[in-house]
């Protein structure tokens, strides 16, 4: 992680929308049926108050963390959500611990009223969401630094401070909530290794579900970041899942490998991307691969087009 919580905290000024703690406002879901707006939580006390009385009478609760401005693929973490559990929280956190200085912190997009909004209509139960001072507050001195997939050389690579940043505040998120199960993207590919492999190593309870990514008609994956796209990029943008649905089927007919990478990275160099990377790896692991008999491959790529940086990945 490359910046102290302390200096996060300064840097997250934005105003925050006031929403009652405990609403109980019942509307009209789209569906037409009355639903009841979640619970909005902002401490941790108040938290643990509200999840207590779901304990006790025996019901499991699901958690889908996210950092807000929720569109059809959050919305889809949470119907998985409410399959594996009776009580489904999700929590909206932009957290700055795994913002380099120079990323997006402040223009990531926060949109808490049409978030809530949206989770009303999915039937979340409720809405964890503090501050950077609960989070983080003063004198916070603990990190977790992940290794193994968190130091495959993709993501940290371009992003080292990152997956510090994102084990401290999961696992963080793990022990407030203390779900039974933990629904994530499989988008963010990388990431959901690093979580499924701490949650194992410091048995911390939770089974952590990993959910295909959902995608518009022309396969970009959904990304809050998409909102950063030009119109122009916007057209461009699917020629990374083009890239990746070709490359996996060139390798499953037996092409070489490092030549299906390296003809793919220069296709999507070609359509106006700067590539990061574009790797085949073991799909657990995410160790290079040579060849298909070295494991399950899953295909990952990072690029950017203008100023928005697109990631993707997918099966072989």
Same mark, same amino acid.
């Given at each position: 992680?490359?910046?102290?919580?302390?200096?996060?905290?300064?840097?997250?000024?934005?105003?925050?929308?006031?929403?009652?703690?405990?609403?109980?406002?019942?509307?009209?879901?789209?569906?037409?049926?009355?639903?009841?707006? /979640?619970?909005?939580? $902002?401490?941790?006390?108040?938290?643990?108050?509200?999840?207590?009385?779901?304990?006790?009478?025996?019901?499991?609760?699901?958690?889908?963390? +996210?950092?807000?401005?929720?569109?059809?693929?959050?919305?889809?973490?949470?119907?998985?959500?409410? &399959?594996?559990?009776?009580?489904?929280?999700?929590?909206?956190?932009?957290?700055? +611990?795994?913002?380099?200085?120079?990323?997006?912190?402040?223009?990531? /997009?926060?949109?808490?009223?049409?978030?809530?909004?949206?989770?009303?209509?999915?039937?979340?139960?409720?809405?964890?969401?503090?501050?950077? /001072?609960?989070?983080?507050?003063?004198?916070?001195? +603990?990190?977790?630094?992940?290794?193994?997939?968190?130091?495959?050389?993709?993501?940290?690579?371009?992003?080292?401070?990152?997956?510090?940043?994102?084990?401290?505040?999961?696992?963080?998120?793990?022990?407030?909530? &203390?779900?039974?199960?933990?629904?994530?993207?499989?988008?963010?590919?990388?990431?959901? %290794?690093?979580? +499924?492999?701490?949650?194992?190593?410091?048995?911390?309870?939770?089974?952590?579900?990993?959910?295909?990514?959902? &995608?518009?008609?022309?396969?970009?994956?959904?990304?809050?970041?998409?909102?950063?796209?030009?119109?122009?990029? %916007?057209?461009?943008?699917?020629?990374?899942? $083009?890239?990746?649905?070709?490359?996996?089927?060139?390798?499953?007919?037996?092409?070489?490998?490092?030549?299906?990478?390296?003809?793919?990275?220069?296709?999507?160099?070609?359509?106006?991307?700067?590539?990061?990377?574009?790797?085949? %790896?073991?799909?657990?692991?995410?160790? /290079?691969?040579?060849?298909?008999?070295?494991?399950?491959? &899953?295909?990952?790529?990072?690029?950017?087009?203008?100023?928005?940086?697109?990631?993707?990945?997918?099966?072989?």
């Amino acid at each position: 992680m490359s910046k102290r919580p302390a200096a996060a905290q300064r840097r997250s000024t934005r105003p925050t929308t006031k929403i009652p703690s405990k609403s109980l406002t019942r509307s009209k879901g789209q569906s037409g049926r009355a639903v009841k707006t /979640p619970k909005v939580l $902002r401490t941790v006390a108040a938290l643990r108050a509200a999840l207590a009385p779901y304990r006790a009478a025996g019901q499991s609760i699901a958690l889908v963390p +996210t950092m807000g401005a929720l569109h059809r693929g959050h919305i889809a973490l949470v119907a998985e959500a409410k &399959r594996q559990a009776k009580r489904v929280v999700v929590s909206i956190f932009v957290n700055p +611990t795994q913002f380099a200085p120079t990323e997006d912190f402040g223009s990531y /997009p926060r949109q808490f009223a049409a978030d809530l909004k949206a989770l009303t209509e999915a039937g979340v139960d409720a809405v964890w969401a503090p501050t950077a /001072p609960v989070m983080y507050p003063e004198g916070f001195a +603990t990190r977790v630094a992940p290794e193994g997939a968190a130091l495959a050389g993709l993501e940290d690579r371009f992003r080292p401070h990152f997956f510090g940043g994102v084990a401290t505040v999961v696992t963080k998120l793990f022990t407030q909530v &203390r779900p039974d199960v933990a629904v994530f993207g499989q988008k963010d590919y990388q990431q959901l %290794r690093v979580v +499924t492999q701490m949650a194992k190593d410091l048995d911390l309870g939770v089974k952590v579900i990993g959910l295909a990514t959902v &995608r518009e008609k022309d396969g970009l994956a959904l990304s809050s970041r998409n909102a950063y796209l030009s119109a122009a990029d %916007r057209a461009v943008a699917p020629t990374l899942y $083009r890239v990746l649905k070709a490359s996996a089927a060139r390798i499953k007919q037996g092409e070489p490998i490092a030549m299906v990478m390296e003809e793919g990275a220069a296709e999507i160099g070609h359509a106006g991307f700067a590539v990061d990377y574009l790797e085949a %790896r073991h799909a657990v692991t995410l160790a /290079p691969v040579e060849s298909r008999g070295d494991g399950p491959i &899953r295909l990952l790529v990072a690029a950017k087009i203008g100023k928005t940086r697109l990631i993707d990945n997918l099966a072989v």
